[in-house]
């Protein structure tokens, strides 16, 4: 494959034969990642390629920051040092990539850029649900930081690892937790994942579905009652898809 991808264009069978490209031959690679590919293909394919262990998502974070800090975006003039603040606490300091990848499984696997994207969008989102006329302290700020920290990076695992993640990363970590009371965590798996933050009062409270009244005319193809996940599920996609470039 390198000699193709070379000034020599040339392909070099199994078997030893060698079968030349014509200059007009453009060639495109689609990949799940570079993990098998030696440098030297890399290298021939125009591919820049940096380590995520090297690299890690903090560069991801400044550019946000400092992007919305130009835009003028922030809701607070303490914005950038919370977040930076916050981004020691939940991610340097608790090492959470490496407990999430060593002891909890995920039901769609998802790079870590991806979620540490996911993060931003959904905390901005929530930010944006906030009238410019509310004050938001440090304390607010921190709240709906944990609720993104939590949906980003634990959204798509199971009730008990969700649990496991709630007790072995948010509380060691001293966050700002809804008041979930030992017995609901072991007999009903109450977490972090079954509130948010009221915008209202910015304080935890608990999701409850709207009330529903059953149409005069029920046609069970086009029921839907609401749920408790429903609700949640209808306001992470109700706040992201409300972003402005999202629509």
């Known amino acids: 494959m390198n000699t ?5 264009r040339m392909l070099t069978l199994a078997n030893a034969e060698r079968i030349p490209m014509s200059d007009t ?8 990642n570079l993990n098998n590919a030696s440098p030297a293909t890399v290298s021939r394919a ?29 809701k607070h ?18 090492k959470v990539w490496k407990e999430v ?6 039901m769609m696997g998802t790079p870590e850029v991806v979620r540490m994207t996911m993060l931003l969008n959904l905390f901005t989102a929530v930010l944006e649900s906030y009238s410019l006329e509310q004050v938001l302290d440090r304390a607010a700020y921190e709240k709906i930081w944990v ?23 948010l509380e060691k970590c001293g966050a700002p937790l809804p008041p979930i009371s030992a017995q609901k965590q072991m007999q009903e798996k109450e977490t972090v994942f079954d509130y948010f ?3 209202e009062t910015k304080t935890w409270e608990v999701w409850q579905p709207a009330g529903w009244t059953a149409p005069k005319r029920i046609v069970f193809s086009q029921l839907l009652i609401p749920t408790s996940d429903s609700t949640r599920a209808e306001y992470i996609m109700r706040n992201i898809a409300a972003l402005p470039g999202e629509r």
């Open 4 to 8: 193709v991808l070379d000034d020599n």
């Open 25 to 32: 031959t453009k060639m495109t690679f689609e990949c799940e």
């Open 46 to 74: 125009g591919i820049i390629y940096v380590s995520p262990e090297d690299l890690g998502t903090d560069p991801l974070l400044q550019t946000w920051l400092v992007d919305r800090e130009k835009a003028k975006l922030n």
């Open 77 to 94: 003039a303490d914005e950038k040092a919370w977040l930076t603040e916050f981004n020691k606490k939940y991610f340097d300091k608790t």
């Open 101 to 106: 990848a060593a002891k909890y499984t995920y």
């Open 147 to 169: 609720y993104a920290f939590a949906w980003a990076l634990a959204g798509l695992f199971e009730p008990d690892d969700r649990l496991k993640f709630h007790k072995e990363i």
């Open 197 to 199: 933050v009221n915008p």
